[in-house]
């Protein structure tokens, strides 16, 4: 099984508006998100966490691909020892 690291990021993603509305009353905003999951790729252009880990076959549920120009700040967890065998 490959060691994969525990991370915290926090990250920028866009907003949907909510139907018709008024030009003046339009909000211009960004949403700041704050994602916890195990490192299941990396490159230049993102980032893709797994929120589960599964054992006997490797696998994961909850995926979560973020464009790395999105990403504010990442920071790494520590995985308990009683829990190193799942997938840290």
């Keep these: 099984m490959v060691?994969?690291?525990l991370v915290l990021v926090?990250?920028?993603d866009?907003?949907?508006?909510e139907g018709w509305v008024r030009l003046d009353e339009l909000e211009n905003t960004v949403t700041r998100c704050r994602s916890v999951g195990w490192v299941i790729a990396k490159d230049a252009k993102s980032l893709t966490l797994a929120?589960?880990?599964?054992l006997d076959p490797e696998q994961c549920c909850g995926d979560l691909t973020i464009p790395m120009r999105a990403v504010l700040k990442m920071v790494s967890l520590s995985v308990p020892k009683s829990l190193r065998h799942v997938a840290g």
């Excluded at 866009?14 to 508006?17: N, T, Y």
């Design 51 to 54: 929120g589960h880990m599964g």
């Design 3 to 5: 060691k994969r690291p």
């Design 10 to 12: 926090e990250w920028e």
């Design 14 to 17: 866009s907003r949907r508006g």
